[in-house]
């Protein structure tokens, strides 16, 4: 398949604010077309790549790819198309090579000698983006497990990668004062870690037990569909929120009242495609607010052309934690974002999803759905009530069970204010 210059130099994609002097490092995306993966899904994945790479400081220049049966055990590509990157790259001082997929060590070895530049994978690209967004001890300590637990296996090409000196995409390793190369030394490092972890996990076990027996509802969603800007709305606090891959990586948690029935809204890590397994292993010490939570509300953006893919992603990784049988409001996000072309009388064409208004697209949802559904835009604070009466009536239907005894006297409240 021909390579094609990527969409976002047409300004498609938001850049990534850079330091008064600091010039993006120029990359490459490299994908394959394979019997599992088709041309369509590669696209995505590859337009999402090239937003995680944005979120990481780089610019896109062009993206490569090629249909193969299956990745070539030496080089992921074929010799052909490598050729051709190659000499792309020396001819526009492109930095660094990112492929979609993880690279084996081997590979990585041999694209490194061979292209004679830095060679990331999605895996590394998405463990550098946690390593810079990470703020707490927690969130630092389990991108640090996760980081030594990648390099170990390629430890033989990647001590380079644990210099703090050296700065770029893909370099934000763990970080030693000498440069080890004996694998014992990970390991300790790795057992250390844990340990670490496991304190950390008490101290915030403990802190939840504190909390009493508050109704827990926690945010879930893929990343970057708006989950901050809903805490911020429903909380009326300053929840860090932007429009970037992985803006929130802590857990945070705001206590809330609502008719005199006080709960805890917290708001995660966003899920993505092709998540590392050592991340997610990593970061689900983080997940207990989801698993432990009684209320779960998936927050999905609708303007995205591959929403129910991003439903899919969502709940699959919410049944690896195990926390998918829980009660969900389904919460459709950035209505205000939706794009709907209405199609000509005579055009004979296929529908597209483009083809579906918004209100085909809510009857569509609440008839499939088994959960509660509503439609919002939090920017622009568009039907946030029927996101509060919705969310009200899951929280009530917990505490009347849990606390029988306040029904009368919250109802009681209630009808005096209303007054």
Request: proline residues 3%; neutral net charge.
């Amino acid at each position: 398949m021909p390579s094609r210059v990527h969409k976002n130099q047409k300004n498609n994609l938001p850049h990534t604010p850079l330091t008064v002097g600091q010039v993006p490092e120029r990359v490459v995306l490299i994908g394959l077309i394979t019997r599992t993966q088709s041309a369509d899904q590669v696209q995505e994945y590859l337009d999402e790549l090239a937003f995680l790479s944005e979120t990481a400081g780089a610019e896109t220049v062009r993206i490569f790819t090629q249909k193969l049966d299956h990745a070539d055990s030496r080089t992921f590509v074929g010799k052909g198309k490598l050729e051709e990157i190659i000499e792309f790259n020396k001819a526009n001082q492109i930095q660094i090579a990112i492929f979609d997929d993880e690279l084996t060590p081997s590979q990585l070895r041999n694209l490194e000698k061979i292209m004679g530049c830095r060679v990331l994978d999605r895996t590394n690209l998405i463990l550098d983006i946690f390593a810079k967004r990470a703020r707490t001890a927690q969130a630092k300590t389990q991108v640090e497990l996760a980081q030594y637990k990648y390099l170990l296996p390629r430890l033989t090409k990647m001590w380079t990668h644990l210099e703090k000196q050296r700065g770029g995409i893909g370099m934000r390793g763990p970080g030693e004062s000498e440069i080890e190369t004996d694998r014992r030394v990970i390991r300790d490092k790795l057992s250390r870690l844990r340990v670490r972890l496991q304190e950390i996990d008490k101290q915030n076990s403990t802190q939840r037990k504190k909390r009493g027996e508050m109704i827990r509802v926690a945010l879930v969603g893929y990343t970057n569909v708006g989950k901050s800007t809903i805490m911020n709305v429903l909380s009326k606090s300053e929840v860090f929120a932007e429009n970037k891959l992985f803006a929130t990586l802590d857990t945070t948690v705001r206590k809330i009242v609502w008719e005199n029935i006080p709960f805890l809204l917290s708001d995660t890590v966003g899920f993505i495609r092709k998540l590392p397994h050592d991340l997610v292993e990593s970061f689900k010490s983080t997940l207990d607010e989801v698993r432990e939570a009684d209320i779960l509300v998936h927050v999905v953006d609708i303007s995205h052309k591959n929403f129910e893919e991003h439903i899919r992603v969502v709940n699959e990784t919410l049944a690896e934690i195990g926390a998918i049988d829980k009660p969900i409001l389904m919460v459709f996000n950035k209505i205000d974002a939706y794009k709907y072309v209405e199609k000509e009388e005579d055009d004979l064409t296929p529908s597209t999803r483009e083809n579906i208004s918004l209100e085909e697209m809510k009857t569509h949802w609440i008839a499939k759905n088994n959960y509660t559904s509503v439609f919002i835009s939090a920017i622009n604070k568009k039907n946030i009530d029927e996101l509060r009466a919705a969310l009200s009536g899951l929280i009530k239907q917990i505490y009347f069970v849990r606390y029988p005894n306040n029904q009368n006297y919250i109802q009681d409240t209630y009808d005096f204010e209303e007054q």
